[in-house]
């Protein structure tokens, strides 16, 4: 069984960063399109971040100028840099792994931004 393993998740002040990691040791990072969601309590799971498998990113408004998404190919880790974090930004984020069966998931890490 494939496994999503994320962390870096925590509580930081708004105005505050943070660096997530997603990391498998069963599949290959650079082969695949490979997501970071978030879903805060009681509202929808949103797609943050895209990195894809050439190296393209991209970012929907609410996080772009203040997210980056990258790829370390040697260390097989997606990471997702949060700056300028927000209270709105308090999620669970999930890294994803899109294929042509059932997408691969993570189980999640908690970052909460609140002073």
């Known amino acids: 069984q494939v496994q999503l393993v994320e962390s870096g998740g925590g509580l930081v002040p708004p105005g505050g960063s943070l660096t997530l990691s997603c990391a498998s040791s069963a599949i290959i990072f650079s082969c695949y399109l490979v997501r970071w969601y978030r879903q805060a309590p009681g509202k929808q799971r949103e797609l943050v971040a895209t990195?894809?498998?050439?190296?393209?990113?991209n970012y929907p408004d609410s996080v772009k100028g203040r997210f980056t998404i990258s790829r370390d190919n040697d260390n097989n880790t997606v990471y997702l840099q949060m700056n300028s974090l927000k209270p709105e930004d308090t999620a669970v984020y999930y890294c994803?792994?899109?294929?042509?069966?059932?997408?691969?998931w993570g189980q999640g890490t908690q970052v909460t931004v609140s002073a």
């Open positions: 990195i894809f498998s050439g190296g393209t990113t």
């Open positions: 994803n792994v899109l294929r042509s069966g059932p997408d691969y």
